[in-house]
């Protein structure tokens, strides 16, 4: 394998892909709620920290994970709230996801936590660049519509819209018509029009964003979810970046704009990089433990190593991070996916809107737990919200049901998906060392079981649920995990619910048709032809006529007369009266212009029969005595 190859990893930059980042979320959705707040100073507050806080709190020198009493100190007026349910938080994210997945064409739209998404927009970039127009790409109109020509938005093809990397002078270039636009051309020009497009799109899609929900975004646009994720970061707030061409490197070996752009990044701040897998690239490239405990804030420290640390030292490639990262439980070919994300490359695709999400996962941090009695306790709280995530996240109300006002609270309601497991993680805390301090970890562990069938039970009491789970099925669990008697210092429990199993549905992404609302729906459709088993009371007719309690129909000197030859076809009180809605046999016996056939007559008896039988009755009368 040649040197190139090795440090220069194949790069895919076909594709344009935006990433959203919504500027200080927690604190937006409060300001959201009352916008009052945007011009004071606001903070979220988790336990004892502050999660988040606005810009105008920054402003005055708070930051997040700051100590609540040390924030006070710093802002007296600084209005704290409170963030531990999580509820509005989520559905503003769904909400927010929503409308950014109505506007994305090819539905690849992927959620990262409550305040990120990315969105894959190859095909809108790639239908409008065949629509322009080279000699006058100043005056051009972005199409969001196939079907529609007139939904869309004007702009300036010529330059890009907002901050790039690396930043410079706005100007308009333009490419001779006869470039051939191909996504897949690795041509420097074609590649910087299709981000051209994007950055425009992007900056559409945010300032709709904050028009119609009242949320700022901080944007990226690139060719990967890595790059478009980084450089989103270089212009907070409530602005967007793009990382303009070239991404390969010049045939005299200069740095390519990628290169150039992500070497400048700590190891830990790069995304798939986690802190285990940091640490022992910073203990390679050092050459000896680094001491990351002084100075580490919620995984930050002082021993910097970056990007171009590791790209560079000695020997470094795919095979050497094999070595060092790979072994037992490390996945398959670590060292070329830390090798790619170091160079920039990252292949991964974005991922498909979902209708339910992969997994629902609840929990919290303890400075410490060591009693069964807290541990069943906070079971019980993280379980209780981890079943009201399932009916909220997992369930839609049925389509034929009355949803408004107080109904929708009552409304009989259908799964979406099964999830098939439940999952237990703990974090127990190491035991203090000879010298009295204690090895800082973030290892965790975990058991995972069938999720027990009783919690679909949508009409059980919330409490009987939650009790059951937790003492038939966590509780169990939890020893197994932690099978010592005493010592427990347990920092963190988490509950999930995993491996979803969607059910029918009419989407083209569920499991299959939904066959209550296919009956549901052919019932709709043929009501207007069915013929219905009912009593049918007394009533008066267009033409005067009657139905009476028996279900004779005609006038009613004609149901007397008829009545005299045939009882039972008009009923008596022995037969049992039809109970059709349609009376096409009575019909046949209630005109007014013709005597009722009533059958024929025996000439030498007088008897009345039908036609078929006077044959045999006449041959009776011919039989000797």
């Known amino acids: 394998m040649g040197m190139s190859e090795v440090t220069t990893p194949r790069r895919r930059d076909d594709r344009i892909i935006i990433h959203f980042d919504y500027d200080c ?11 009052a707040l945007k011009s004071l100073p606001l903070a979220v507050q988790q336990k004892q920290i502050i999660v988040t806080c606005n810009y105008e709190a920054r402003r005055r020198g708070l930051h997040k994970l700051q100590l609540i009493k040390e924030a006070r ?27 950014l997945r109505g506007c994305c064409w090819s539905q690849k739209v992927e959620r990262l936590g409550f305040d990120e998404v990315f969105l894959d927009v190859t095909d809108m970039i ?3 660049s065949d629509l322009l127009n080279h000699n006058d790409l100043s005056n051009s109109f972005f199409h969001l519509d196939k079907n529609d020509p007139t939904v869309g938005f004007s702009y300036n093809a010529s330059i890009i819209s907002g901050p790039t990397f690396p930043p410079t002078a706005t100007q308009a270039v333009s490419p001779p018509p006869s470039t051939p636009i191909s996504p897949k051309s690795g041509n420097a020009d074609t590649l910087d029009l299709r981000l051209r497009l994007g950055s425009h799109l992007a900056d559409y899609l945010r300032h709709q964003l904050e028009e119609e929900k009242g949320y700022t975004a901080t ?21 967007q970046t793009t990382l303009r061409p070239p991404y390969l490197p010049s045939s005299d070996h200069e740095e390519s704009n990628v290169t150039r752009f992500v070497d400048a990044h700590d190891i830990g701040k790069i995304p798939g990089i986690g802190f285990k897998i940091a640490q022992k690239l910073r203990n390679h490239v050092l050459g000896r433990h680094a001491n990351f405990h002084e ?24 095979e050497v991070l094999e070595k060092l990262l790979g072994g037992p439980g490390a996945p398959k070919g670590i060292g070329g996916r830390i090798w790619d994300l170091v160079n920039g490359v990252d292949d991964t695709e974005v991922g498909k809107a979902r209708s339910v999400p992969r997994q629902i996962s609840i929990e919290d941090s303890y400075i410490r737990l060591d009693t069964m009695d807290e541990i069943k306790k906070e079971l019980t709280m993280l379980t ?10 997992l369930t839609e109300v049925e389509d034929d ?34 010298d009295g301090t204690r090895t800082r970890t973030f290892h965790r562990i975990s058991r995972s079981g069938p999720m027990p069938t009783f919690v679909f039970n949508l009409h059980e009491n919330m409490d009987l649920l939650v009790e059951k789970a937790v003492s038939e099925v966590l509780i169990p669990m939890f020893r197994k995990l932690h099978t010592e008697r005493s010592g427990l210092n347990i920092s963190l429990i988490n509950v999930a619910a995993t491996n979803m199993a969607e059910t029918a549905t009419d989407d083209k992404d569920g499991a299959g048709r939904d066959i209550k609302k296919l ?25 005067g006529l009657e139905v009476d309690n028996n279900g004779r129909f005609g006038t009613e000197a004609e149901i007397s007369e008829g009545a005299k030859f045939f009882p039972m076809l008009y009923g008596s009180e022995d037969a049992i009266p039809s109970t059709q809605d349609s009376a096409v046999m009575d019909n046949a016996w209630s005109s007014e212009n013709e005597e009722p056939d009533l059958g024929d007559t025996c000439k030498l008896c007088g008897a009345i029969m039908p036609p078929f039988a006077m044959g045999a009755h006449e041959r009776f009368h011919t039989i000797p005595d």
């Open 219 to 239: 944007v990226g646009i690139s060719t990967n979810k890595l790059i478009s994720k980084l450089v989103g970061n270089v212009n907070k707030p409530k602005g």
């Open 295 to 318: 100075g580490l804030v919620y995984g930050g420290t002082k021993e910097n190593v970056t990007v171009r640390d590791l790209r560079l030292s000695l020997g470094m490639g795919p």
């Open 384 to 393: 209780r919200s981890l079943i009201k995530r399932m009916h909220l996240d």
């Open 126 to 128: 790639d239908y409008n």
């Open 25 to 35: 979320f927690y604190a937006a959705v409060f300001e959201a709620e009352n916008p």
């Open 73 to 99: 100190k710093q802002c007296p007026d600084v209005i704290i709230v409170l963030g531990e349910d999580l509820t509005r938080f989520r559905n503003a994210s769904k909400d927010l996801y929503s409308f």
């Open 519 to 543: 009956f549901k729906r052919q019932e709709a459709v043929l009501k207007d032809w069915k013929v219905e088993d009912r009593d049918v009371p007394p009533s008066e007719n267009e033409e």
């Open 401 to 434: 049901e009355e949803t408004s006002g107080d109904n929708i609270l009552n409304a009989s309601r259908r799964w979406l998906a099964h999830p098939r497991t439940l999952r237990l993680t703990t974090r127990p805390r190491p035991p203090l060392n000879p």
